[in-house]
Nanobody
């Protein structure tokens, strides 16, 4: 079992940056990780994911070039650096873990979920 705790959410203005963190504990060895988000009244959607080694990353088209996912396996933490934030990035962001070394892009690819952290982009 893996436990995930997100942090770093908040209220920012358009164009600003924010960095989310996800601290993992438990059976984290060989676990690929990802970030999803859910806006009010909408489904949870894929944002980014990273393999266990960090050698492979995937991004949703809507965030490509603005967001960067990374991980520090020594700290068992995954990060999501979000730059040039837009109002449409407003959502609850969820960290997800997968019981395989290779990352995925679908909700069903992931086995563990955090509680989420709110990101609000507004002027």
């Amino acid at each position: 079992q893996v436990q995930l705790v997100e942090s770093g959410g908040g209220l920012v203005q358009p164009g600003e940056s924010l960095k989310l963190s996800c601290a993992a504990s438990g059976r984290t060895l060989n676990t690929a990780m990802g970030w999803f988000r859910q806006a009010p009244g909408k489904e949870r959607v894929f944002v980014a994911s990273i393999s266990w080694s960090g050698g492979s990353t995937y991004y949703a088209d809507s965030v490509k070039g603005r967001f960067t996912i990374s991980r520090d396996n020594a700290k068992i933490t995954v990060y999501l650096q979000m730059n040039d934030l837009k109002p449409e990035d407003t959502a609850v962001y969820y960290c997800a873990g997968r019981k395989y070394i290779n990352s995925g892009r679908q909700l069903d690819d992931f086995d563990y979920w955090g509680q989420g952290t709110q990101v609000t982009v507004s002027s």
